[in-house]
């Protein structure tokens, strides 16, 4: 490596020929092995309307573990030639897996005789192979870095040359992983054609840039490929961070060529379970970027685009995105370094589901080249300040990661590396400097009611599969936390006016219209997303509580659009939002500061005294002096003794007092809590008379049964009243599981696997809740009722019907759920509910509650079901089963698997 000492304040400019370029974007000649024509560039085939008709027999790039698409008979009107409609994710006109060569002829003038020639292809897909006048000029086959070919010898000058580029799409050669992010039809697509830059390039080929910075000395050292510059730096540098995104630049002389560089001034470090940059504590607030880009299929190459990616991602508090098992092209860097977002692009694979690692195969030899390209091409960006070898891998993979984490950090030591990232059964890799895995993340309350006083630091200490028995001490960010999703946004559809469409979403509003719910689909969206969302609070803010866990990415801020559809974003796969949570809401809880309410429970009765620990996450630029921590419940102010705020975690603040006492009436409350006006956040809770008597309630015509026996049907014939509690009772119902939390993922991914419903929507102005106040969504108070209780499944009750507390199906069935509904049965009247609001009422408020309001309402003039039912149509629910939810296939994800690596 050459060294130069060269003097230099903020630019240096040296005389030298800059760099001419040839755009060669527009019409290409086209032909696949399948068919001819003219293209434009950049773009794939799938943007030019090229590629093979989607059928049943398409060969999708990606695992499918739910194939009932294929075999349930509902689906065969989406079966058809020219119509096909996909659940499992976005359905494009075209796909095409194969060669495919584009030409065209470029004058090259012959002033650029004597000089060398570049021909410059940002992300192609996925090989290329470049002929120039009949001469081939050779093969590359990154999906991180731009191929770039010398041309020179092959180039006439003064006249036309041909110019030929071979691109194929197959994936066996780069032996990454047909789930990869990089190339599966789950996300992006696996496309073929050059989507971003395509130029010829007068000057050397500029493939490696690096900068180190030396504040000690006050000096940086600039590569450019093998030779180094060493310049000095101001004295008023600032350094680079999320706070302080201060970018400079410099110009050097290489090989008669100046070529600037831009950079930041960012020193990273491990100190124990702690990321340090600039020696200031890294406290990660990061989401997944899963290379979902439905207008295109491919990431968009352009600044403006990633300006309004990532810039979305900073103003919701997001500091920082792990790019899953892909690498974004140069652009996203650039915004990145611009706004203070801290990057984790990885190699392009998640060696997985056919393919191992350390197993003799391509992709142990592939990822340490594609590595070493990506700091080449990347490293002197700021924000790329982390990386990982690819998502979740098999074989022996623990070995082979811990080898590229050392062999990654030697070749460019200035950023911090990860072997992969990894969910909790994956085994613990001790080479990595710090740990992306899964296992200290969820919420556990279809085990226990909610708080909001724990946390996860057992789980850092001793994280699943780790053998030492010496505490961990080492960084740990939780691995796609989150992962709860909200029913899909049918207004979403008219969006997707590109290559891709959301024919998944009409499946599951047709769905949900043929099983009498047309009208529910709002809704349901507005209901579960409010579940959603605060699931995401309450685990963020968990994650936030726990001392020395170094942050989380969230699966994700926005939705993926494949793997069954996975609608876990509050932001939907075009980063819009969805009508339930706005940035405001968000950023109460996911934000440089935070405070948090450490509550032992929700649910208070009135002969109880509010007692709340007050903290707050401080991972702002600097300590905030001079605080002011005021508190509001209702008409009940206060502020806690406190005035400097460190930065860290767990800065204990004080704590919110209150007697309950003057809460007579069923109440929802709210605590507020307030930082200067630099911060702000708040919780429900809710408080129920303590004395309440639910047997004072006159209802002697009342018959009381929990399931639709001889005595109930003669109760109804004679035109009496009976209320069905069916607790534990339903056998029409029983294969749906409705927990308090929301699906994860998706069931079709998932195959099923329970819970199955997202929430419940709630009609809270019907007269049965007249003593009940309740949300029209099944908020925390409803835990104690809804978790793991029964649902009937209301298939042969009137389509029109929407029953009162109404569990939100699984979209990829949506069965029309029922745990509180009325009927006109025979001559008389019934209410039945499958929640338990008969046991241990004396510990159970909410339940004592709602039985009181559902009697003082039977015993009212308001009570007049809106429909009529025969007998049989109840004691169904009691006798029949529904039928079985077939996969038709055997195989599964990772994590249902009995055995991880």
Avoid at 536 to 563: H, P
Avoid at 635 to 645: A, Q, Y
């Amino acid at each position: 490596m050459k060294l130069k000492l060269m003097g230099c304040l903020l630019m240096l400019v040296l005389p030298a020929l800059a760099q001419q370029r040839i755009d060669l974007s527009g019409e290409w000649q086209f032909s696949s092995e399948r068919e001819t024509g003219v293209v434009r560039l950049p773009g794939s085939m799938l943007t030019n309307g090229k590629g093979d008709e989607v059928t049943v027999n398409t060969k999708w790039t990606s695992s499918l573990y739910d194939s009932s698409y294929y075999f349930n008979p509902y689906m065969a009107r989406y079966r058809q030639a020219g119509q096909m409609k996909f659940p499992f994710f976005l359905t494009p006109d075209k796909h095409y897996v194969g060669n495919a060569w584009y030409e065209r002829t470029v004058m090259v003038p012959k002033q650029w005789k004597g000089q060398p020639v570049m021909l410059y292809l940002e992300r192609p897909h996925i090989e290329t192979t470049v002929m120039v006048n009949g001469q081939r000029v050779g093969h590359q086959q990154s999906l991180s870095v731009p191929h770039v070919y010398d041309v020179t010898p092959y180039i006439k000058y003064g006249k036309p040359n041909q110019l030929t580029i071979q691109v194929y799409n197959g994936i066996e050669n780069v032996c990454v992983g047909q789930d990869s992010h990089s190339v599966t039809d789950q996300t992006q697509g696996n496309w073929n054609g050059i989507v971003g830059k395509i130029e010829l390039r007068q000057g050397p080929h500029i493939w490696r840039k690096r900068v180190v910075p030396d504040m000690q000395n006050g000096m940086v050292d600039i590569t450019i490929n093998e030779t180094t510059y060493r310049l000095p730096l101001g004295s008023d540098t600032v350094r680079w961070d999320e706070f302080h995104p201060q970018l400079y630049t410099r110009t050097v002389n290489y090989q008669g060529t100046s070529v600037n560089v831009t950079f930041g001034l960012r020193e990273l470090k491990i100190d124990g379970a702690r990321m340090l940059i600039n020696n200031h504590p890294m406290y990660l607030r990061g989401t997944v970027g899963n290379c979902c880009f439905p207008e295109t299929g491919y990431p968009p190459t352009d600044e403006a685009s990633w300006e309004r990616v990532l810039g979305k991602c900073k103003a919701w508090g997001i500091n920082h995105i792990r790019f899953h098992s892909y690498c974004p092209p140069e652009a996203a860097f650039a915004v990145a370094d611009r706004l203070g977002l801290y990057l984790q692009p990885e190699g392009p694979s998640w060696p997985n589901h056919g393919v191992k690692l350390r197993s003799g195969m391509a992709i142990d030899q592939y990822l340490m080249d594609e590595g070493r390209r990506m700091i080449d091409a990347y490293g002197h960006h700021p924000s790329f300040c982390m990386m990982a070898a690819g998502n979740e891998p098999a074989g022996n993979w623990v070995p082979y990661t811990n080898e590229w984490v050392q062999q990654m950090k030697a070749y460019d030591p200035t950023r911090l590396y990860c072997g992969a990232s990894v969910g909790g059964g994956w085994a613990w890799d001790d080479g990595s400097e710090y740990h992306v895995k899964a296992g200290a993340r969820g919420l556990d309350w279809d085990k226990h009611a909610p708080s909001s006083d724990d946390d996860y630091y057992q789980q850092l200490l001793f994280p699943r599969n780790y053998k030492s028995s010496e505490p961990n001490n080492s960084p740990i960010i939780a691995h796609e936390q989150g992962q709860w999703c909200a029913f899909p946004d049918f207004k979403e559809i008219p969006q997707y006016t590109g290559a891709y469409k959301a024919r998944n979403f009409e499946i599951f509003r047709d769905l949900l219209a043929d099983n009498g719910m047309a009208s529910q689909a709002e809704k349901f969206l507005q209901a579960s997303g409010r579940l959603q969302t605060l699931c995401y609070k309450y685990e963020i803010e968990r994650n936030l509580r726990t001392k020395d866990y170094a942050g989380f990415q969230l699966l994700g801020l926005n939705d993926y659009s494949g793997q069954g559809t996975a609608l876990v974003g509050v932001l939907n796969v075009h980063w819009l939002e969805k009508g339930y949570c706005n940035q405001q809401d968000w950023a109460q809880f996911c934000s440089p500061i935070v405070p948090l309410a450490k509550f032992p429970k929700f649910v208070y009765t009135n002969n109880e005294r509010l007692e709340v620990p007050i903290e707050v996450y401080n991972a702002s630029a600097a300590a905030l002096r001079g605080a002011q921590v005021t508190w509001r419940v209702a008409g009940h102010t206060g502020m806690l003794p406190v005035t400097t705020i460190p930065l860290g975690k767990n800065i204990q603040l004080g704590k919110v007092q209150l007697d309950l006492a003057a809460y007579q009436q069923p109440t929802k409350l709210t605590l507020q809590v307030a930082i200067n006006g630099k911060a702000s956040n708040q919780w429900d809770f809710w408080v129920y008379p303590n004395d309440l008597n639910c047997d004072k309630i006159q209802c002697d015509s009342l018959f009381f049964a929990d399931t639709l026996d001889a005595k109930a049907l003669q109760v109804l014939a004679d035109g009496g009243d009976v209320l069905l509690t069916a607790a534990g009772k339903i056998h029409y119902g029983n294969d749906v599981k409705h927990t308090f939390l929301p699906v994860f993922w998706n069931t079709s991914w998932f195959k099923m696997r329970p819970p199955h419903t997202t929430g419940a929507y709630i009609q809270s102005n019907h007269p049965v809740f007249g003593y009940f106040p309740t949300d029209d969504w099944q908020n925390l108070n409803w835990w104690e009722l809804t978790n793991r209780a029964q649902v009937v499944n209301m298939a042969e009750f009137p389509a029109d019907y929407q029953p009162i507390v109404q569990p939100i199906d699984t979209w990829h069935v949506s069965r029309k759920l029922g745990m509180l509904l009325e009927a006109c049965v025979l001559n008389g009247r019934l209410l039945m509910t499958t929640m338990d609001i008969t046991r241990n009422l004396d510990r159970r408020p909410v339940a004592r509650q709602l039985r009181y309001s559902i009697l003082r309402y039977m015993a009212s003039d308001d009570f007049k079901p809106a429909i009529r039912v025969a007998p049989e149509v109840i004691q169904h629910l009691f006798e029949r089963e529904a039928p079985r939810v077939d996969m038709f296939t055997k195989e599964s994800p990772d994590e249902l698997k009995p055995k991880l690596n």
